[in-house]
């Protein structure tokens, strides 16, 4: 059922929540709002009570001026749980969502009682902070957002899926039109917080029992950072899907909601 906004300590956040069973918390990645997990939700929600909302920045929630850092997400996030009136969720994370998802298990970690950690990293590297570069550059320069969301996909998508230039152009164009597009000032927010967090020296402490899970073509975040996460939980299992890069629950959504499914119902 869709539901209004909730007030964490002054933050209006916009969340939805739909489906029957334990509940799901999804936090999606760096400038996306609820609506990214629009190909995955429909198979979820048979399953579990669903729980989509916006970070602070975008979409419908407020944005506060910036910057944001990813401690003070994951202090939103908690907070909502609990304004919800849950004692303990699952949780998905999704990139930028992955390092919200890591600090709430370090910060509130009896909150969460099995987490997903999907194309998701424990620190930036000098490439995905070249990237993000690019990123903030196209965005304040004014390019068109079609242009924008063509240049991405490289970066989140396979070849399989980069080769059809006519459906990614609609895509683009579909997205584009979209209600509630980022401002610049709320992806900047983001940014600033999620190229500085470093969750390494306290995933230790975590004790979630907690999915690693990444695609094998995934180029912005590699396996490489998904192992190094699943060797510092304790209690980790690494998931690597032969197929699927960054994007692998919208290119791939039946084999990664397969993956994640199975975990949570172990």
């Known amino acids: 059922m869709p539901m209004p906004t909730v007030d964490i300590d002054g933050v209006n956040l916009h969340c ?11 936090i999606a990645g760096l400038g996306a709002n609820a609506s990214s997990w629009a190909t995955i939700k429909p198979l979820l929600k048979g399953r579990f009570t669903c729980i989509t909302f916006d970070n602070r920045g975008v979409g419908q929630s407020d944005a506060p001026p910036g910057p944001y850092t990813i401690d003070q997400m994951a202090d939103d996030t908690a907070g909502l749980i609990r304004r919800l009136g849950y004692d303990r969720v699952m949780a998905v994370g999704w990139s930028l969502g992955g390092s919200v998802l890591q600090a709430l298990m370090i910060r509130n970690g009896d909150l969460v009682s099995r987490a997903v950690l999907l194309s998701a990293f ?5 490439l995905q902070h070249g990237w993000l570069d690019c990123l903030l550059c196209l965005r304040q320069s004014g390019v068109a957002a ?8 490289a970066w989140g998508f396979t070849g399989k899926m980069l080769a059809d230039h006519g459906a990614l152009a609609a895509a683009a164009r579909l997205g584009a039109a979209a209600p509630y597009p980022t401002s610049y000032e709320g992806f900047a927010a983001q940014a600033h917080g999620l190229r500085r967090y470093d969750s390494r020296p306290m995933l230790g402490a975590v004790k979630t029992p907690t999915l690693v899970l990444v695609g094998a073509e995934d180029v912005l975040t590699p396996v490489s950072q998904s192992i190094e996460m699943a060797e510092l939980i304790r209690n980790a299992r690494l998931h690597v ?4 890069g960054h994007g692998m629950a919208i290119e791939y959504p039946t084999e990664t909601v397969a993956a994640i499914t199975a975990f949570l119902g172990a």
């Open 122 to 126: 424990p620190n930036y590297t000098e």
């Open 16 to 26: 939805d929540i739909e489906g029957e069973g334990p509940p799901l918390l999804l």
């Open 146 to 153: 079609e242009a924008q969301a063509m240049f991405g996909m």
């Open 241 to 244: 899907l032969p197929r699927g």
